[in-house]
């Protein structure tokens, strides 16, 4: 059975930092290309960050980019988004997703929240 499961988030205040992990079981992360997606109240599911399998290539939203930095550990089966310069507009619960490029399957995690104080 597969298992992402995220972990790191809390209440911080503005301008300080976190790093969320996402720890797989019964998947093979070095296969899979990850994101982060994020959903604050009351609005839709957005993309935050993406590292790809081969090469480890990184692609930001706008929102985040120069803040928030993606990352992967495929020894230790688990990927990272570190979320510096915190605002407000962060708060959210954080997702991590993976693709399998073999089949293209993916698969998503619970979530963690993120809860930024201004």
């Known amino acids: 059975q597969v298992q992402l499961v995220e972990s790191g988030g809390r209440l911080v205040q503005a301008g300080g930092s976190l790093r969320l992990s996402c720890a797989a079981s019964g998947l093979t992360l070095s296969t899979c290309d990850m994101g982060w997606f994020r959903q604050a109240p009351g609005k839709d599911r957005e993309f935050v960050a993406a590292?790809?399998?081969?090469?480890?290539?990184?692609s930001y939203a706008d929102s985040v980019k120069g803040r928030f930095a993606v990352s992967r550990d495929n020894a230790k089966n688990t990927v990272y988004l570190q979320l510096n310069s915190l605002k407000s507009d962060d708060t959210a619960i954080y997702y991590c997703t993976a693709k399998r490029t073999t089949d293209d399957r993916r698969y998503w995690g619970q979530g963690t929240q993120v809860t930024v104080s201004s």
């Open positions: 590292i790809s399998r081969s090469f480890g290539v990184t």
